[in-house]
């Protein structure tokens, strides 16, 4: 059954018909084409389709889209600000923790949680916040070494 909705994404309003059990990564990247959001696992085993919900970060493929109402929902499209890239996403390009980049936007997400949380986090508390994340790609330690790079102030 179909049902209509306000959603606020990246600081916008969207009103938008949505299944009533479907989930908000549907939503972001088949509803209103913000595909930075990916699609992995879709059972909550990988992290790529990690997003901000009122600053934490959640996989949005296990959250329905009705509990997202009333709630600021953050995707990494919301990331940048005036033109320039966040700190967290020119970390990941500056120290190459970004190989194919499908798990990307998930660390990212993870990340700008524990930075909000936290001003200096150690390796120990890095890998604790990225434990639910997965990358085939880097082996982890150049994400680690982006986000550290990106507490210090890039
Ligand atoms: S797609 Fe959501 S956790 Fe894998
Ligand atoms: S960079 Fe390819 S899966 Fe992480």
Redesign the pocket.
């Known amino acids: 059954m179909m049902q209509l909705v306000t959603l606020e994404v990246n600081g916008e309003q969207h009103e938008i018909a949505v299944e009533a059990d479907g989930a908000l990564?549907a939503v972001l990247r088949d509803g209103l084409g913000l595909i930075g959001t990916k699609?992995?696992?879709?059972?909550?085993?990988?992290?790529?389709?990690t997003v901000l919900v009122d600053g934490r970060a959640v996989?949005?493929?296990?959250m329905y889209t009705l509990s997202a109402q009333g709630r600021k929902i953050t995707t990494i499209e919301g990331l940048a600000a005036d033109g320039k890239l966040d700190p967290l996403q020119e970390a990941f390009v500056n120290t190459g923790a970004v190989q194919c980049g499908y798990c990307t936007c998930g660390f990212i997400m993870v990340a700008k949680q524990l930075l909000s949380e936290t001003n200096n986090p150690d390796e120990d508390a890095i890998r604790h916040a990225i434990a639910g994340n997965l990358c085939r790609c880097t082996g982890y330690h150049k994400i680690v070494e982006a986000i550290r790079l990106a507490a210090k102030g890039g």
Do not use: W
């Open positions: 990564l699609r992995g696992c879709d059972t909550g085993g990988c992290g790529c389709c996989y949005s493929c296990m």
